[in-house]
């Protein structure tokens, strides 16, 4: 069973950062790929970004240029560095792992998930 803790939340004004961490436990193997979504009530979940194992990234369009996700194998850590933040970008974050496979931005394809920490920018 694979364990992932959310931290790194917060509350900024439109223009500032956040940097999200991604703590992971209880595998016995490194997931095929690691990603970063969100989700608004009503919505669908969104993929933001994700990377596989060799350390290639994909992001959503909506994301790219300012957010740039990195992983630390030997701290088993995803980080999700959010820059130029916007009122838009407010959502509650998930990290997720798809132990098998990549999926990338598809969130059908993960096997496990945090509990989410919420992102909030204020125009």
């Known amino acids: 069973q694979v364990q992932l803790v959310e931290s790194g939340g917060g509350s900024v004004q439109s223009g500032g950062s956040l940097r999200l961490s991604c703590a992971a436990s209880?595998?016995?193997?490194?997931?095929?790929?690691m990603g970063w979504f969100r989700h608004l009530p009503g919505k669908e979940r969104e993929g933001v970004a994700a990377?596989?194992?060799?350390?290639?990234?994909i992001y959503a369009s909506s994301v790219k240029g300012r957010f740039t996700i990195s992983q630390d194998n030997a701290k088993n850590t995803l980080y999700l560095q959010m820059n130029n933040l916007k009122p838009e970008d407010t959502a509650m974050y998930y990290c997720?792992?798809?132990?098998?496979?990549?999926?990338?931005?598809?969130?059908?394809?993960?096997?496990?998930w945090g509990q989410g920490t919420q992102v909030t920018v204020s125009s």
């Open positions: 997720a792992a798809d132990i098998l496979g990549c999926s990338w931005l598809d969130p059908r394809g993960y096997d496990y």
């Open positions: 209880g595998h016995t193997r490194r997931p095929g790929c």
């Open positions: 990377i596989n194992s060799a350390g290639s990234a």
